[in-house]
């Protein structure tokens, strides 16, 4: 009997291995999952890391990057990518390429320039790649505060921030607050008409790996289904928040998100 057609959205992930499953392409899979869509992936890089720290990145060569990337797009209908770890330079300058032949496919790239342990991934010709190369084709970018300075040299505060990443091409700027002062987490979004939307979350206690990750690839999955801009992040902020709200202490060093957490919510027979 031949099986129905489904029409789950499919959101193609395109970054790094972490084996411990906090970050990364797992992350990615179980945040896309959740919400609803089929999570296709591609990893760029092998990582070494645990809950502790970062020890080793392997960018994996770009012939069979492409091949995992083509072998998606050419067999499923993508109706979002999402962008972590890149790699390396030769890895920017071909997921240029690549976007700019899929360029109707919503993107959303978190700029992962820092392990969750400071560990600094990407140097200043890198971040000049991502600038000049990568944000035309970019859709929404979701830095931390840290990572959103990193990317723009020279600038004095968030907004500002946010308006030399608009005017290098990203369309839209979701910039994190948990680096932030502030007592409650303040998430800022930014279009090119200025600041579009701000949510305050409470602050939770400790840290969490792979946090950044759960919330881009949730915003992908909303897009994915259709969701406004401002609809998918807002959308995605309650589920990150809830994942992390219910986060696991598996290691010896940082939370991992909860992203299945409806399901243990379940009553036990």
Known sequence: MKERESDIPVVLTIAGHDPGGGAG?????????????????????????????????????????????????????????????IGNIEIASWLADLLAEYHTIPVVLDPVLSSGAGTRLVDQTMEQVIRQQLLP???LITPNSPEAYQLTE?????????????????????????????ERVVNRLYNP?????????????????????????????????????LDAVNEAQVYTWDALFNGLCLGRGQSIPDRFFALSRRDKP
């Open 25 to 85: 392409i797992q992350a990615d899979i179980e945040a896309v999952s959740a919400n609803r869509c089929y999570a296709a992936s591609v990893i760029t890089c092998i990582t070494v890391q645990d809950t502790c720290g970062l020890q080793q990145v392997l960018p994996q060569p770009i012939a069979q990057i492409d091949a995992q990337a083509r072998a998606v797009l050419d067999d499923y209908k993508v109706e979002a990518i999402k962008i972590g770890l």
């Open 137 to 139: 084709f970019i859709d």
């Open 193 to 229: 008409e200025g600041l579009f939307n701000e949510q305050a979350w409470d602050r939770l206690p400790g840290d969490y790996h792979g946090s950044g990750c759960t919330l881009s690839a949730a915003i992908a999955a909303f897009l994915a289904q259709g969701f406004s801009m």
């Open 154 to 182: 020279g600038c004095k505060n968030l907004e500002s921030c946010a308006e030399t990443l608009l005017a290098c091409g990203a369309r839209y700027v979701l910039i994190t607050g948990t680096h932030e002062r502030e």
